[in-house]
Every structure is written in structure tokens, then in C-alpha cells.
């Protein structure tokens, strides 16, 4: 019998070949007048990289800052690929969730500047080419200077980069300001949103992180609290750790504050019942089966195990 996990919308990604190889800057200014003028991180480690492994040296930079030390040669065979001489996005973001962290995708020059003024690096997705012959790079945007109009990179060089405020708006543009976070679970983004961030902590459960992805449903759960995604994405985790003992309590939470939520009766019901506790286990079945849904098949099936001695 599998638990019921929580429906989340889609994360979009772009799927865009990286070979190596907007807003106008008043308005940035004016939108950005709370931030600090000028950033600079100075503990994000500058790899440089070899021919067509700007992906690998990019991740090694942003997994190393986050407390996970390696190198892009170390990366190579977890994130590059040889027939398409690059890394694709999603290749990236896995190999990151794989390493226990939360790969957050963000879009946009506000929240690519508020997240740097946080002191958390980006990794970003720019085209060193034309429109019609691209030259897609990675790179990670390590600080910026609003006064001076120029955008700090660590780009596979031996020094950090200092580009012109406009140049990096036109070359990131052209992937649609693809960005990407690299974060403990423990760290959430100044630009978190709800629906995002639990599907980035999704992810964790996917790379079977489970450990992690405790972490990160606890760090959204101290944000939105109460939120029901969140507690189906704790349960849910602390179940495959097989602690039923505190997944129980997260489920009775989420049937106290969610009473509507066929899936977590469901999910308390098979919990229950792997404690021995077949009554209670019953009982909550039945409700999860009488609330119905879209997820009606699975409760009748934990139902109809749990009546007939089955777990």
C-alpha cells in the first residue's frame, strides 16, 4: 500500500543546451532601492573549467559554498553529456537534489539581485552568442554594484568577472532569465514562494534524500504553517524513514487542521495500522473513503487492506 502524497504544480524548467563556449538599469535601481547598492560574496569558491564544462565547474562552485566540497571533474559524469557536448538544466538540478541539497529554479532580475543581497549565490544560464547560433554558459552571479552598473560572475576564469549590467541582461534574457539556487534545507530563499520551494523540497523526496527533505518541509512548515502540502511532504518522509512514531503525529496534524483531506486519513490510516492499531487505523480509512476524491481508489484499496488483515 503506498501513501497518498500531496499534488504539487509542475516546476518549469527550460530545457536548453549549455555549451560553454529587459529591465533597463534605472528601473532596476528604483525597484531595488532597499537592497544594499553593492555585493560581493567572497566565500563562494571560483573553479575554473576545462572545454565545454562550464555545468560541472558552475554546480561544483554552488554545492561547495552550500558545505558539500567537490570539484567539476567530480561532476563530470553526474551532470555533463559527451553526444551533446553540455549539461542540460534538469541534469543539474538532479545531480543537486542527489547531493542532499534544494534546487530552487528562480526567474527574473528582482529576485536574482534580492537573493545575491541574501548572500546566496545563483547559478545562471547565459547565451554568449546571437539569437540564431547560441553559445549557451553557466556561470554564478556572486555580487553586483548598482551604482556602477556591473554584474560580478564566477565564470570558469581564474578571477571573478565584472560585466556590464547590460550585457549580462541581454545574454541572460535569451534563457528566458533561467536562475537556479543551491541551498541547505535548512536555508530558504528571500524569494521563497509556497508552491515552488515545496516542489524543489519534492525533489528530495524523489533523489530518495529522505533525511533532507525532513529538513527542508520543516524549514516551509515554519514559513506557511499549516500548510498541507508541506505536512503530507513531512509524513510522507518520515514514513520512508520508517519513523512511524512521528510520522503518526504529522498526519494527525494534518487531518486536525485539513479535516476535508481524504489523503491525510489515508495516509494516518496506514500508519495506524503498521503500529497495530487496527480500530483507529479503521476509523480513520473509513473517514479518508466517506470524504472521497480524486484519490476514492486508494482509500477504498487501504480500506479493503486494512479490513482484510493486510498491510
Known sequence: MRLS???FLPVLIFFFLAGCGGPQLAEIREQMIRLPSRVELQDVPLYT???QQCGPAALAMALSWSGIPTTPEALVPRVYTPALKGSLQTAIVGAARRSGRVA????GTEALLRE???GHPVIVLLNLGLSWYPKWHYAVVTGYDLAEGFIVLHSGKTEPEYLPFRVFENTWARSRRWGLLVLQPG???VTAEETSYLAAVLGLEKAHRWHEAVEGYQTALQQWPGSLPALMGLGNSLYALRELARAEKVF????RL???SGAAFNNLAQVLWEEGRQE???AAARKAVALGGPLSATYRKTLKEIQSGNP
Open 252 to 255: 494527525q496534524d494534518a487531518a
Open 258 to 260: 485539513h479535516p476535508t
Open 280 to 282: 483507529a487505523a479503521l
Open 187 to 189: 536555508d530558504l530563499p
Open 104 to 107: 530552487y529554479p528562480l526567474s
Open 116 to 118: 545575491v543581497a541574501a
Open 49 to 51: 573549467q576545462e572545454a
Open 5 to 7: 502524497g500531496a499534488s
